[in-house]
């Protein structure tokens, strides 16, 4: 059974710092290109970073030069590296999996909450 569980969430100031992690089990995981979403309240989910099976990543405007994204295949794990953090990145922070077959389901995690408030 696909499970995806997120870690590292928290309460954070203005210009911190938090890194996000996500731990996958369950999947052939270097089958499943990863990705990070979040979703604020009264929004929709959108996408903040990916990164594919081959390690190409793609961020969203937002998340461009301050968030890395990256993936541990020995581990199962994908992080989320995000500095610079502004009260705009409030949001529950989920974690993607997609196959590389298409068709195939997708997975999501539980998700992280994700404060940045003074």
């Known amino acids: 059974q696909a499970q995806l569980v997120e870690s590292g969430g928290g309460l954070v100031q203005p210009g911190g710092s938090l890194k996000l992690s996500c731990v996958a089990s369950?999947?052939?995981?270097?089958?499943?290109?990863m990705g990070w979403y979040r979703q604020a309240p009264g929004k929709q989910r959108d996408m903040v970073a990916t990164?594919?099976?081959?390690?190409?990543?793609n961020y969203s405007g937002s998340a461009k030069g301050r968030f890395t994204i990256s993936r541990d295949n020995a581990k199962n794990m994908v992080y989320l590296q995000m500095n610079s953090l502004n009260p705009e990145d409030t949001a529950v922070y989920y974690c993607?999996?997609?196959?590389?077959?298409?068709?195939?389901?997708?997975?999501w995690g539980q998700g992280t909450q994700v404060t940045v408030s003074s």
């Open positions: 993607n999996a997609m196959s590389i077959f298409s068709g195939a389901p997708d997975y």
């Open positions: 369950g999947i052939t995981f270097r089958l499943f290109h």
């Open positions: 990164i594919s099976t081959g390690g190409v990543t």
